[in-house]
């Protein structure tokens, strides 16, 4: 019903920058959420940033200041700007969804991309 296409994810050296840009497609009445999400070798799931539809924002303590999440309401995306990146925060990072597949609240689903891969090493 609803697909998520990320992007962006590569290879880049401690202190550079990527862009992660994720966009939903599909069944869509509203999107309540958008965010991001980080899994490292050994490591759970973790939450790294998020933004809901009135662009209140979230981020995960290890990447404040240095990450900033925005959406785009009207392409259904979600996008991560990473600067000063650290190889610790080299992980598969996962669009997430909070997407409302019709009018009434029950009618709620939450939907997860395929990751990408963000590599931090010299």
């Known amino acids: 019903q609803v697909q998520l296409v990320e992007s962006g994810g590569g290879l880049v050296q401690p202190g550079g920058s990527l862009r992660l840009s994720c966009a939903a497609s599909?069944?869509?009445?509203?999107?309540?959420?958008m965010g991001w999400y980080r899994q490292a070798p050994g490591k759970q799931r973790e939450l790294v940033a998020s933004?809901?539809?009135?662009?209140?924002?979230n981020y995960a303590d290890a990447v404040k200041g240095r990450f900033t999440i925005s959406r785009d309401n009207a392409k259904n995306a979600v996008y991560l700007q990473m600067d000063s990146l650290k190889p610790e925060d080299a992980a598969v990072y996962y669009c997430?969804?909070?997407?409302?597949?019709?009018?009434?609240?029950?009618?709620?689903?939450?939907?997860w991309g395929q990751g990408t891969q963000v590599t931090v090493s010299s």
């Open positions: 997430n969804a909070d997407v409302y597949i019709g009018a009434y609240t029950w009618d709620r689903r939450e939907y």
């Open positions: 599909g069944s869509i009445f509203s999107i309540n959420a």
């Open positions: 933004v809901i539809s009135s662009d209140k924002t």
